[in-house]
């Protein structure tokens, strides 16, 4: 709650701007712990994998800092140990602030409490009674690159998870889907 206390003190650009819209594709692979343990490198790999359409809409943007709040949506298939649809929604902040930004653009965006329903529960995520959920929050993390010269084409690596969100959504005992995925993005 603070986070969001903090935002509503920082300036509002309320000027529309190009790139405040884009739309893309990723695909990724399931792997078997959470989010900390994939970047820690304690995750190993599933034969389920996901492809997904993806969008978004900056909504806000500091007049002061390199930072917004898009909102990003998306609708994918899974399919390897089940196959299943699944669709999306959450507030994302983007941090576009790096140094090093004149050689290789790159943000970070993180969307810790979304929303994801899916066709199907799946096998991946029941937990030991067998029981799952088909809503669940969702939460990805993203690294976004492109050329200085054409920010508005997007290369990203993004972890994208369905979770519990520690048992507040449902006390069934599973960690939820995880996958590590490759994405392109076209902003305009």
């Known amino acids: 709650m603070p986070g969001c206390a903090l935002l509503l003190l920082l300036p509002f650009s309320s000027a529309a701007q190009s790139g405040d819209w884009s739309a893309g594709v990723y695909a990724g692979q399931y792997y078997d712990t959470e989010p900390a343990g994939f970047v820690q490198g304690r995750a190993s790999f599933v034969p389920h994998h996901m492809f997904a359409l993806t969008a978004s809409k900056t909504v806000w943007r500091s ?31 983007r941090w576009s602030g790096f140094a090093w930004n004149d050689v290789v653009r790159t943000s970070v965006r993180a ?55 520690y048992d507040l ?13 490759v994405g392109f993005r076209r902003r305009f």
Do not use: K
């Open 63 to 93: 007049a002061t800092l390199p930072l917004s709040l898009e909102i990003d949506g998306m609708v994918g298939m899974q399919s390897g140990v089940t196959q299943l649809g699944e669709v999306a929604i959450a507030p994302a902040l």
């Open 111 to 165: 969307a810790p409490v979304g929303i994801s329903y899916t066709s199907a529960v799946s096998p991946l995520e029941t937990g030991p009674s067998g029981n799952g959920s088909r809503l669940l929050n969702w939460l990805f993390l993203e690294v976004a690159l492109s050329r200085p010269a054409d920010p508005s084409n997007e290369f990203f690596m993004r972890l994208h998870h369905r979770c519990a969100a």
């Open 169 to 181: 959504l449902n006390n069934y005992g599973a960690n939820g889907d995880d996958f590590f995925a």
